[in-house]
């Protein structure tokens, strides 16, 4: 039985449709037709009709808006059925009351190009986002509410978070976003993983769940809800499930659908740390799972990434790259084959959803010790609906769980072989049309960053760009000496040491604290006679200090809330020692948020004097918030030449904490932009005023990094990890929109003694495309298709196919490598076997030359038969390039 959403609600909703219906129409160009969206134990009801939906995650803000049309675009054509996003609070309301719902925080934008491109939205409200995000999405000016305890029952709190809920239910409403109103939105969430930090409040914690409940559907959305990670959740709202495998999680009430909010399809990464990676066959295999075993709802987290432009990125010391290892990577642009191979999942999926929202419940079948099989039946009809008719359809899922061996099995009198850890799909009970570790899809290696450059042997991702390929940015640069210490009138001296976003409000980064201590002959003599040095002590710092004593740097320490033992060197008489404190993304999980803070907790003191230690923790500090130049903004296109530059060439002798200024043209035509900052230290940029984050150049562990990934066994984020030894991000992403044909400005703010004249910029593209088909690969999917008079599949043509495709834009110059019969090898590295069709390069060469895509069929009757009674495949590695005049000015 249908779980109605809102009864009173769907009696006023014919009253006021016509209007906004049509105010949508005419803002996006396109609508739906208002509908109603419920649930059952099997699915989401939109409308009357069960789906099956593959939602794909995408965070507004980590886009700009001129990126978000194809994004959207790329995740529909890659089978997303609903883009999912949170809300950021902190990116909405920086100050309490002046809401920004601007450029890259336009949510309604959004939200209407969602709806224009024909999918559905998925907001998750929260407000507590996690999501890597700076405080996790709370505003920071939250934590100085008298008496506010973030996420229990705590009245300052849930006023707040009651107001803001209610502000995006308002705004989506009054601009006509819900699907009762002809708009995209048909589920929304409160809260977030909840569930995981409940019982750290006690009795508490499980009132305010209830209430936030409550809450949420009181303000008359009128569509379901949800809560991630609860299992507790209250019979009106739907409990889902984040994780790597949701297969086997069932919701807390046989009357809800199986969702799985959060597929975790890469994971995210840490200044100085090794990235991840997760295998497609393994995401694909865990999808698979899901549906095979009653999931109605799946969601990756994330389809598209992004980046932590600006001071976004989440606590502590997360990365200004969010590219997750998601289908589309940080710049847009297809992550092959994990996008590919996931679009024919999703295409296989599709075709056996009839068969999925006609069946309660699937027949389970055990097929093996590991392998088992799960049917789907139902009645055919022509309208799709999952209603009468006498004509039977079957769908069915044959799973080999088996981590390490293949599996041949029998199953309705044929026989079926898995490799392992795969699941085939049988749309028609009969044929396969998928098999999640048979990977048909090509593989595209980019001109720059590390990427994936093969499937088969498991082989991973290599550093693809040689330094000899980049352009400098610039040889002429300016330079302004950002002062150390205390620098402007808004310094205050306070006894004792005062927590560090207490003083900041995370209006910067930097917190310097300055005080002067007296060394007495008997000391400087007691440290010389014995051969020791002093040491400042913090009982506990993050995410990063550096002590300078006297004006000169004694060291630097980074951590999360660690013991910093930092030796000095002190003279007789008055010695300044200054400390500068320094966040890098602001925690982002875990309970008590308001309480972690930054800067120092403990006592400081001098240790080692002759007599007793120097208790600093209890002396006059001086405090200076940020840094002289952002204060004046020497960033802002506008600003800057008031701010004192000067010329700065290139034999200069560098100093610590400099500004840097440089004009330089874009690149030409309209691929992605990257800067090399690997030349560089630690420290911010920003480009024609834009910020587009912070920069490190930490160096990840030497070890920990296989030669290879298998895909088979349960994935974790420590499981195929790449980049060792290297920088952990070294290019950083600018949005072609930030740019100008030329005299863009790129400033600054480095805190080493490094210097800029390294920093290259360049575009990211696909430069080679690889695949290997074997001709008794699965029948590509557009074969498949519905009668149109009884609603049951046919497959029409069983011809393998390969399909070769360019970035947009681009075509196929040259084939570097074609083989049909049995090449070995991998991309990059093909040769020919001992069976090989000597027409192979004649023939892709003019199906695949000159295009920006082709597809070649996998067949004898193609390329002849070089080899009788041998499994043949065919193997291509092609170069893409740019329209013929980027590509003459590239390389000139």
Known sequence: MAVPVSRTKALKFPLILTALTIHFIIVTGEYFKPFNVTYDHRALIIGDKRRILISAGIHYPRATPEMWPKLIARSK??????????????????????????????????????????????????PYACAEWNFGGFPVWLRDIPGIEFRTDNAPFKEEMERYVKKIVDLMMAESLFSWQGGPIILLQIENEYGNIESSFGPKGKTYMKWAAEMAVGL????????????????????????????????????????????????????????PHRPTEDIAFAIARFF??????????????????????????????????????????????KWGHLKDLHAAIKLCERALVAADSPQYIKLGPKQEAHVYRGTSHNDGQYLSSNESICTAFIANIDENESAAVKFYGQEYTLPPWSVSILPDCRNTAFNTAKVGTQTSIKTVGPDSVSVGNNSLFPQLMIKSKLEIISQSWMTLKEPLGVWGDKNFTSKGILEHLNVTKDQSDYLWYLTRIYISDDDISFWEENDVSPTIDIDSMRDFVRIFVNGQLAGSVKGKWIKVVQPVKLVQGYNDILLLSETVGLQNYGAFLEKDGAGFKGQLKLTGCRNEDINLTTSLWTYQVGLKGEFLKVYDVNSTESAGWT??????????????????????????????????????????????????????????????????????????????????????????????????????????????????????????????????????????????????????????????????????????????????????????????????????????????????????????????????????????????????????
């Open 292 to 337: 095979q075993r009653g999931g109605s709802l799946q969601n990756y987290y994330m389809y598209f990434g992004g980046t932590n432009f600006g001071r976004t990125a989440g606590g502590p010391t997360q990365i200004t790259s969010y590219d997750y290892d998601a289908p589309l990577d940080e710049y847009g642009l297809l992550r092959q084959p």
């Open 220 to 275: 008359g959305a009128g569509v379901p809800w949800v809560m991630c990670k609860q299992t507790d959740a209250p019979e009106y709202i739907i409990d889902t499930c984040n994780a790597y495998y949701c297969d086997g999680f069932w919701p807390n009430s046989a009357k809800k659908p199986k969702i799985w909010t959060e597929n975790w399809d890469g994971w995210f990464a840490n200044w100085g740390e090794r990235l």
């Open 77 to 126: 054509e890659g089978g997303a059925d609903v883009i999912e996003t949170y809300t950021f609070w902190n990116g909405h309301e920086p100050v309490r009351g002046q809401y920004n719902f601007e450029a890259r925080y336009d949510i309604v934008k959004f939200a209407k190009l969602v709806g224009s491109h024909g999918l559905y939205l998925f907001l998750r409200i929260g």
């Open 647 to 892: 010329e700065f060439p290139n034999d200069a002798i560098p100093s610590l904490f400099s500004w840097y200024k440089t004009k330089f043209d874009a690149p030409r035509g309209t691929d992605p932009v990257a800067l090399d900052f690997s030349c560089m230290g630690k420290g911010q940029a920003w480009v024609n005023g834009h910020h587009i984050g912070r920069y490190w150049t930490l160096v990840a562990p030497n070890t920990g990094c296989g030669k290879t990934c298998d895909y088979r066994g349960a994935y974790n984020s420590g499981k195929c990890r790449t980049n060792c030894g290297e920088i952990t991000q070294a290019w950083y992403h600018i949005p072609r929109s930030w740019l100008k044909t030329s005299n863009n400005v790129l400033v600054i703010f480095e805190e080493t003694d490094r210097t800029p004249f390294e920093i290259s910029i360049t575009t990211r593209s696909t430069e080679t495309i690889c695949a290997q088909v074997s001709e008794n690969h699965y029948p590509p999917l557009h074969m498949w298709s519905h009668s149109k008079f009884d609603g049951k599949l046919a497959l029409m043509d069983k011809t393998p196919e390969m399909h070769l495709q360019c970035d947009e834009g681009h075509t196929i110059s040259s084939i570097e490598f074609a083989s049909y019969g049995s090449p070995n090898g991998s991309c990059q590295k093909f040769s020919q076997g001992k069976c090989h069709a000597a027409n192979s390069l004649s023939v892709v060469s003019q199906a695949c030359k000159g295009k920006n895509s082709c597809t070649i069929d996998i067949s004898n009757v193609v390329f002849g038969d070089p080899c009788r009674h041998v499994v043949k495949s065919l193997a291509v590695q092609a170069k893409c390039s740019p329209p013929p005049d980027l590509s003459a000015s590239a390389s000139s």
